[in-house]
């Protein structure tokens, strides 16, 4: 909360990058507590890659209008046009044009000057080293040789114009906190975290849901109805099912302390090269 | 499984856990990301995906010879793994029954030094790790010596590859006995060795066999039991201002993250700075008013009263206020590449609030090695000093030593926007509280209507050559001429008496034209048209002689002649001079020369002679109403 105050009070045009995701929502929680009774001074922004679950859409739009929020969603329209999807393109050619593409245009559009992204230093080796507030050259680009040291809570928020920051505020969390803390605020999250039945289809040592008609069956694939849940969530076709009957906050908690697999094992992008996670900060993902 | 019991149970039990936050430094290849990588592995805190990657890893980079290597747990980043090197700090987390842990693993590498201060000023704890077989280092001295400075109390002393030699007890009698020596002048409330082997997890979970002469506990046990609190809930309430709530007319809060004490509704605060009291009426939040919120809260208040309070002010204990003053002195470690330029306008940001500041005076700079002090003109990268500072307006503060929050504070360079230092406050300089502006009658406008003019510094600037002396002085014969009242600061003649101390080096250059940016906000004030002709090469200074005097008032010239020109005119021989080496720093040729960005006028000297040149800018301020 201290962080998303910093942010407010100092720049001048921040936005609240929104995933629909569980660690979203616990920053979304946050951002409406460090402000209340005002709403955060900022709008939410969701990059829609188009290939999200419609589960996730659904949970964003009624989200938006609970909250009574500010809300953007931005699509890169050219990459539509191109015809980019994760299945003929391959996962890295989506996320790089679908993804980082374009949230570099959104921000670049609306002209963002910091944007909050719910990025823990838990999830990945790279990330374990970014700071709270990453600074971006013009080119949204990252040197992890050239950040700002962060000392006690006091916070460099100085940039020159077209230069931006990415603000972190739930980096030290862990995802055991992630879900404690759902908990015991009770914050309203995407069913698709829960346990029940859906049509998944075993591709690659992979359960993959097929949530529309996109998705093509190769030779010898059957849909079958297996009781899932996802452990993280980002593009339906490269989001990995885990079979789970925690259909429930306490199910998941409990499945969460007895758990021996990391969260992004369900991320197909992660395997895809090597050290690809840093590769694609230095490129403007997040 | 009981799922609901066994899930009370646990949550219960990690409400109860208290968090550790410790760091771990040393020299390079001293083994801390692997004693890292020790931890969480032996916590069992590893999925299986990471330690099949793990594996896969070790025997690709791995310097154990196909054995798990840990620390590749730790390096993340594709250069350090290249080099073997931590560059950065990583955060890790981890848990046992009794805590939870969060590491900050910090570069042992002196360049990266500032690193560890940033590692270490939000820990309560250092490991500092000692290879056995090199004893006690520069590094780890500097390593104590910066944790004690960033308020560090405790330390683990681990002497660490304790198994390359033998397990011996000399050995690690003679590490820790020299470490002793030199610590004995830090001040750590306690200080414990351990001698370990991180690649064998020796001592580093349970106690091993093979030093059956250490008595100790093992440094987990250790970390699990070790007293680090520091009671900040029971020092005097501060609560510095980051956001004034105002949604509509009616409710007007002021949000903020408690730095010391408690508050309670009905209790009365003081605005540190202006002295204005009120009593707090409501602790707010989202889920219902609170009875009472502590040190480290996130937090907003509402009062009884109205008063004027924006981000930057402190809230405060009445009968405990913070020091209010635009003076003190402090500790400072350096963190850019560029040297500190005492003199040179700096944005000071301490809490919340953010002021132009400079240092007054560099005292001394301390000898990590030997903690002596000695006499600096300047701090380079990761040197530490003692400064007195100077500020722009005054701030509410404490001493570090009291509240790390409203103590410690961090310097911005105002060009690159980077963060070039880090202070710690020790003490207020009095001479602040009781030095006031003495407020006189006749004022600047009075002075000026009286000569029919309105003052203003015309500010040349340009290279050693360009003909700033030249038109400054055909001007100032114009302005004459016409009866205005002008005076003119020329570079070699200031050095002949007021800055007849300084030499040519950028931190004499800066105190130069500070003292003629000083001079020049005189002259305005006593309402003339002042002329200085300077080579004044730094955008910083001419910024902040600009920031002396009003708005308005200052017209940054820029004689813009390239340098070949300059050296072909000459007019002195010091280009002639310079290229001989005859002459040292010499603007343009072995010192920088940085263009202004944004000169209200701008002269091309190779393009029409001196007095048309004099003749525009005559024109040029008779059209903006400067002559009246």
């Known amino acids: 909360m201290h962080i998303m105050r910093e942010v407010a009070s100092e720049f001048a045009n921040p936005v609240m990058l929104y995933s629909v995701g569980k660690d979203s929502a616990v920053m979304l929680h946050l951002a409406m507590k460090a402000f209340y009774p005002s709403k955060p001074p900022f709008p939410l922004m969701h990059v829609n890659t188009t290939w999200k ?234 | 499984m009981n799922a609901p019991t066994d899930l009370q149970k646990f949550l219960a039990a990690q409400e109860k856990k208290s968090l550790l936050r410790f760091l771990t430094c040393g020299s390079v290849d001293d083994g801390k990301s692997t004693l890292i990588g020790r931890l969480l592995y032996d916590t069992k805190l590893l999925f299986e995906d990471t330690l099949a990657s793990l594996e896969k890893d070790s025997k690709k980079f791995g310097t154990t010879g196909g054995d798990i290597d840990f620390a590749l747990l730790v390096d993340g980043l594709e250069a ?24 900050a693993d910090t570069p042992g590498h002196e360049q990266y030094t500032r690193n560890m201060a940033t590692g270490a ?79 064998f997890g020796i001592n580093v979970i349970e106690k091993s066999k093979e030093t059956p002469w250490y ?125 500190l330029l005492p003199g040179r306008q700096y944005l000071l940001k301490l809490g919340t609030a953010t002021v132009p500041a400079q240092v007054s005076g560099l005292k001394h700079k301390i000898d990590v090695n030997t903690l002596d002090s000695h006499a600096a003109r300047t701090l380079a990268l990761n040197e530490v000093g003692y400064a007195n500072f100077s500020l722009a307006q005054p701030l509410a503060f404490d001493a570090y030593r009291d509240n790390r929050d409203t103590g410690g504070f961090i310097l911005i360079d105002r060009f690159t926007n980077a963060t070039v230092g880090a202070g710690m406050i020790d003490f207020s300089l009095m001479r602040a509280t009781n030095v006031h502006w003495q407020a006189v009658d006749v004022d600047k406008q009075a002075r000026a209507a009286m000569k029919g003019q309105k003052p203003v510094v015309l500010w040349f600037t340009g290279l050693s050559g360009s003909g700033k002396s030249t038109i400054a002085n055909l001007v100032e014969k114009a302005l004459a001429g016409q009866g205005k009242h002008t005076y003119l600061l020329d570079g070699d003649n200031v050095r002949h008496g007021l800055n007849r101390d300084l030499g040519f080096t950028d931190a ?73 080496g005859k002459i040292k720093n010499f603007t343009g040729i072995d010192s920088p020369y940085e263009a202004p960005e944004q000169a209200d006028l701008i002269l091309k000297t190779v393009e029409s002679s001196p007095e048309a040149q004099a003749e525009s800018i005559v024109k040029y301020l008779r059209d903006k109403g400067y002559l009246g």
């Not at chain 1, 994760?86 to 921000?107: N, R």
């Not at chain 2, 002021?254 to 409501?282: L, M």
């Open chain 1, 53 to 286: 679950f419609q589960e996730m859409i659904k949970f964003r739009d009624e989200t938006v209008r609970r909250l009574g929020l500010n809300f953007i969603e931005y699509i890169n329209e050219d990459g539509v046009k191109r015809g980019i999807n994760p299945f003929d393109s391959g996962s890295s050619l989506h996320t790089q044009v679908m993804k980082t593409e374009a949230l570099k245009q959104a921000l670049d559009k609306y002209g963002f000057d910091a944007a909050f992204g719910g990025a823990r230093r838990d999830e990945e080796k790279s990330r374990a080293k970014e700071r709270i507030f990453s600074f971006r050259d013009r080119h949204h680009g990252w040197d992890p040789k050239n950040q700002r040291p962060e000392l006690w809570r006091v916070y460099n928020t100085r940039i020159n114009k077209g230069e931006s920051i990415r603000v972190f505020p739930l980096s030290i969390w862990t995802e055991l906190d992630i879900w404690q803390y759902i908990l015991a605020e009770n914050i309203p999250i995407v069913p698709l975290y829960f346990a029940k039945k859906r049509p998944v289809v075993e591709r690659a040592g992979t359960l993959i849901m097929r949530d529309d008609e996109r998705m093509k069956l190769l030779p010898g694939e059957k849909v079958e109805e297996k009781l899932v849940r996802f452990r993280t969530l980002g593009c339906y076709p490269l989001t990995g099912a885990i079979e789970s009957d925690a259909d429930t906050l306490e199910g998941i908690v409990t499945e969460m302390f007895t758990a021996r697999t990391s969260e992004r094992q369900g991320r197909l992008i992660d395997t895809d090269e090597k050290a690809s996670m840093e590769k694609k900060k230095k490129e403007g993902y997040f």
């Open chain 2, 80 to 103: 350090e793994r290249e080099q073997g090197i931590t560059i950065d700090v990583a955060y890790r987390f981890f848990a046992t029954d009794k805590r939870k842990f969060i590491v």
């Open chain 2, 508 to 580: 004499d250059r800066v105190e130069n034209i500070r003292r003629v940016g000083e001079a020049a906000r005189l002259f305005v004030d006593a309402g003339l048209i002042v002329l200085t002709a300077f080579i004044s090469p730094f955008r910083s200074e001419r910024r902040m002689a600009r920031e002396l005097v009003g708005e308005g008032e200052f017209l940054e010239v820029f004689v813009d002649t390239p340098i070949e020109v300059c050296m072909r005119r000459d007019p002195k021989g010091l280009y002639e001079k310079a290229k001989a």
């Open chain 2, 121 to 199: 000023s939000n820990s309560d704890l250092a490991v500092i790790l000692i290879d056995a077989r090199k004893g006690v280092l520069t590094q780890t001295r500097r390593h104590a010596y910066i944790a004690s400075l960033l308020g560090i109390r405790h330390v683990v002393l681990a002497v660490n590859k304790i198994d390359l030699m033998d397990y011996s007890q000399a050995v690690f009698d003679r590490v820790v006995s020299d470490f002793h020596q030199f610590s004995a002048r830090l001040n750590f409330a306690s200080q414990v060795a351990i001698p370990l082997s991180a690649r």
């Open chain 2, 215 to 339: 008595t100790g506990p093992s440094l987990l046990s250790h970390l699990e039991v070790v007293d680090v609190d520091t009671a900040l809930a029971d020092t005097a309430f501060r609560l510095p201002v980051q956001w004034v709530n105002r949604p509509d007319l009616d409710f007007r809060g002021f949000s903020g993250t408690i730095a010391g004490g408690r508050i309670k509704p009905g209790q009365p605060i003081a605005v540190a700075k202006s002295g204005r009291t009120s009593t707090v009426t409501r602790i707010v939040t989202m889920d219902g008013d609170k009875a009472e919120a502590v040190a480290g809260d996130a937090i907003t208040l509402t009062l009884a009263d109205e008063v004027d309070i924006s981000r930057g002010d402190v809230l405060s204990d009445p009968q405990a206020r913070p020091v209010v003053s635009d003076q003190f002195a402090a500790h400072l470690l350096w963190m850019a590449d560029e040297e």
